[in-house]
């Protein structure tokens, strides 16, 4: 298991950056923060199921500016 390696995990990061309210409340019972990609936030406050995760192709966009 992860834990045995890790300690503990309280982050979940949605697969493809997708979820649904279902999914969301079913991760909420397990973790305390998730990451999405395209919604959400990155600011204090923001709804910690749904924080935003940036794709390297974004990344990439933004240092090539």
């Avoid at 834990?3 to 649904?20: K, L, M, Q």
């Avoid at 909420?28 to 709804?47: K, M, P, R, V, W």
């Avoid at 940036?54 to 990439?60: A, P």
Wanted: glycine share 8%; aromatic share 16%.
């Amino acid at each position: 298991k992860l834990e045995a390696i890790f300690d503990s995990i309280n982050t979940y990061a949605y697969p493809y950056g997708s979820y649904s309210d279902y999914c969301k409340e079913c991760v909420s019972n397990h973790y305390q923060h998730a990451f999405a990609l395209g919604t959400g936030g990155t600011l204090e406050g923001i709804d910690d199921f749904q924080i935003r995760r940036y794709s390297i192709s974004e990344i990439t966009k933004v240092l090539q500016v």
